[in-house]
């Protein structure tokens, strides 16, 4: 029996009703992954890196340097890693009186160059997706912390924050650069527009707590513009050499058109064993 044109219409409104079902369904379960799933992955990576770190710390496998001096209001911090201050040189030793008429000495044979005593270069610089310092912002909340892997990879931001390579070292002169992500992962940023200028940004690496304030409220730019990074960081209120922390996250909240930037400077450093941070007593 031919199939009649009225038919042939339910037909296919039937198979766009279930087409359309389809497609919901599938938009509903990937909206529960982003939005929950991921953190769910995130949270439990997080915990895991922080693990691993205080399994280290108890261990006493540091790697860090130990804390530098608080600087002071015109100190721009110890000498960046790679970088030695010469010792002094010895005085010079007594010279003789010279005979004109005695013949010349011959040359003492050259020696070899000894190796370097060992501990005595800069500290290794961190693996590169290994876990090595604690992040705390009290603004976010007394139970925010996350750990800081080395690198910005994707898989990488999928188990926490990562430090950008080149960048300073904790509590070194220059610019410990970090990145997150805003939403997705655990939405270790989602907060990120509540900094406001005095915040404390608590970091540990094991041996030594270091607390940067932030200097202003965070910058929109975009992602190109790499220079707020740098050493003295671009269209930062810095403008010479110190002991500097930089924020990086996604802008807008569910884009990655923009960034938002966050910049502090080094306050105070103390043992991590000194109790709790100041910053968290209030």
Not at 36 to 42: D, I, L, Q, R, S
Not at 135 to 141: E, K, S, V
Not at 162 to 173: N, V
């Amino acid at each position: 029996m031919p199939m009649t044109m009225a038919g042939f219409i339910r037909r296919i409104v039937r198979f766009l009703s279930e087409l359309c079902i389809t497609v919901g369904t599938v938009i509903v379960l990937f909206v529960v992954y982003v939005l929950f799933w991921t953190g769910v992955k995130a949270a439990d990576a997080a915990d895991a890196e922080l693990d691993r770190l205080q399994s280290r710390w108890a261990q006493g496998r540091i790697e860090t340097p130990a804390h530098p001096p608080d600087p002071g209001p015109d100190d721009p911090g110890p000498p960046a890693p790679g970088f030695r201050t010469a010792p002094p040189a010895p005085p010079p030793p007594p010279v003789d009186p010279v005979d004109p008429s005695a013949p010349a000495k011959p040359l003492p044979p050259a020696q070899p160059t000894p190796p370097a005593a060992p501990g005595n270069g800069p500290p290794p610089a961190p693996r590169a997706g290994e876990p090595f310092a604690v992040l705390r912002i009290p603004r976010f909340g007394r139970d925010w912390d996350w750990p800081v892997l080395e690198g910005t990879a994707v898989a990488t931001l999928k188990r926490g924050l990562g430090h950008y390579p080149g960048t300073a070292l904790p509590g070194r002169t220059g610019n410990f650069a970090v990145a997150g992500h805003r939403r997705t992962y655990g939405d270790p940023f989602k907060d990120f527009p509540r900094l406001r200028t005095g915040d404390a940004v608590v970091l540990t690496d094991g041996t030594t707590r270091y607390t940067y304030r932030i200097a202003r409220s965070p910058f929109r730019t975009v992602p190109s513009d790499t220079g707020v990074i740098d050493a003295v960081p671009d269209k930062s209120p810095f403008t010479r050499p110190g002991r500097y922390l930089t924020l990086t996250t996604c802008e807008p909240e569910w884009g990655s058109s923009h960034r938002l930037i966050a910049w502090a400077r080094l306050e105070s450093t103390a043992p991590a064993t000194h109790g709790k941070p100041a910053a968290f007593r209030s």
